[in-house]
């Protein structure tokens, strides 16, 4: 699998860092191939987050993620899912490796400023979710 989703969720958008992260990920070696900004409604955010339906996390999640506009990136490197979750870092910004994404701006488990596809939950899914196959821009 050669290719990812990010999204940068609304914490991060609200606080002008899309550019910061954008460069963080390119400079990472990843090659953005399809972006847009857009803002869920909560039907959307419940969707895309099903797989945590039942947890205790997920009505917050989805308030959380329809809360404002976010940037969704489809991403393109060889292993771009594994490689990406090691640019981001762990879920809990505390926890994340010092100079990952989540660690440099994340405040707190829940805003941890990004998405990344896990690589066992199906990418391809989550890029279908947001784009057409004429939206991203292979060359
Ligand atoms: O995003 P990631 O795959 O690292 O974590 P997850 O376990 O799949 O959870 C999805 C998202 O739910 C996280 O990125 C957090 O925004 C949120 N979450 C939370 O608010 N509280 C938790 N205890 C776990 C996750
Ligand atoms: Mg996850």
Known sequence: MDKTLLIIKPD???KNLSGKILKHISDA???IIGMKMMWLNKEQ???????????DFYEWLVNFISSGPIVV???????????LREVVGA???KKAAPG???NLYGTSVGEN?????????????????FFT???LFTY
Do not use: W
Not at 73 to 83: F, G, I, N, S, V
Not at 115 to 128: K, L, T, V
């Open 100 to 102: 990952t994404v989540r």
């Open 45 to 55: 955010g419940g969707r895309f987050y099903e797989i945590h339906k039942g947890k």
């Open 29 to 31: 070696g990843f090659q």
């Open 73 to 83: 990136a489809c991403l393109k490197t060889p292993d771009a899912p594994p490689k």
């Open 12 to 14: 991060a958008v609200k």
């Open 133 to 135: 196959r004429e939206e």
């Open 91 to 93: 879920t809990d910004p």
């Open 113 to 129: 400023v990004v998405h990344a596809s896990a690589p066992d939950e199906n990418p391809q899914r989550e890029i279908d979710f």
